[in-house]
């Protein structure tokens, strides 16, 4: 269940790149980057960071084919897109929680302790969105505002939680998905974000 | 032959990235940090992802050396360098042919899949100037417009095709920078582009 | 001792990262995250450039709990913040010098070449900033102006110096901190800068 989860969110997290590149009139080359950063980008600074060679997609070529392909009918079908907003931010909101607990579970294999553990799922939910933010010119939206890390956060800690208590792995999952959908979706409709920090002095 | 003009590339390359460094008022440090990232980023990038470690250039030095030394000199004589525009964009087209077979090469070598290998081509190929655009503060020119990455993925696609049926290096490598050169240089000159993607929607 | 200053030096360098996430307006996630950032960023990117695995911090959660933690202090007394601005330049001197040692003593661990050495104490003392920057959307300070990439290599030349001539430890960084202190803090005060490099041509 957690692979269809990845192998859905994946595509749909490719083709919300795509958008965003074609909001920067990228080329095709642009777009197919952009998406296959946006989708595997996240799980790739994970597995680098945490020495976890060979980097997950090397040795699934599949993926890269995916979020390429994902990328580019985007180009094709995005004018229809905005129709199926509601349905993207499900598929976003589905997949913050399956990368997170993918991340968890590498850092877990590979006998990392549970501060990084925790950091490993927020670094794959996050990051993604990160480098596709800075390859297209802006400050990271998960820097700004939205509740976005800390749902990653919020279902990272969950996980381990249930995980320490040896609760089954399929209601784990549906505990943590539902948790996490719920609190995602809640707080793109009611507009729940974290204290934001200003601070105006320029020089210091 | 690969490795002359491997480093008359880097040191093109370097010279190029310390006139990006320029463009934006950057001094010496920022000069010379430049010159080496756009000369050996991409190869970085690269080795990072398929955990080829050390690091083609902790190896050697005198890449260091060479790309250091051709971005501050790039500061002494660069107001003579327009005359020399042409020049450059052959010695960057080579760098391109250069740089994607040395990438195909290193993956070959770690024996990882065809995919992968031609990706490794195309980073290396391609990231240099994506990290010189970044740390300038702009989007990366190669998302945008331009036939740069493309002729990368035809020179890769081209020299595994052409080392798959054994033919002799001396011709392969004869062929593969014919061909790269001749689109490269072709596309700067009849404005070849890749079609692009324009989304305007801003909100989704 | 060198612990003693680096553990001084990260908490600062948290702090400052926190204020810049502060200009831009971030939330509290944000704010973390480049307070974290900032002060162990320059360490991570050496170590994946090394091969140096398992990274730093993943060994030392200690390390995350102060630097987040110091981040998000920042938020409550940032508006006391500018009484202190001499002595956090003090800090981040120290911190540049203790970076900078402790990144040339890791790559000489590890069997690296000098220049290689040299390299990875730039690194750490230097690129904490950079991703600072970068992830604000800004062109990174230490490419534009001020001696602060120039400090970090003559205290690196300078503590290979006195290594190889086997002065004791003592001693070697009693010289070390005071000449980078003094170098850092005179740069700052008479407004010490390297030659800047302007190049006008957009075009090439």
Redesign the interface.
Known sequence: MLITVYLIAITAEAMSG??A???????????A??AFVTALGGG?VRD????H???SW?QH?EY??LTVCAGLS??LI?RF??HL?EL?LVLDAAGLVAFTIIGCNTALEMG??L??VI?AGLITGVFGG?MRD???????L????ELY??VSLLVALLYLALDHYQIPADITLLAVFSTGLAIRLSAVRWGW??????????H?
Not at 21 to 31: C, I, L, Y
């Open positions: 795509a958008l590149a074609g909001r920067r009139r990228m080329d095709m080359f642009g777009v980057l952009i790739t680098i960071l945490l020495g060679f060979p980097v090397t070529p890269i084919y985007t180009m995005a897109m905005h907003r993207f990392y302790s501060p990084i950091i990160v800075m390859l297209c010119g802006q400050v990271p998960v820097l700004k505002h890390a800390s974000t974290l204290p934001v920090f200003e601070y105006a002095n320029e210091w």
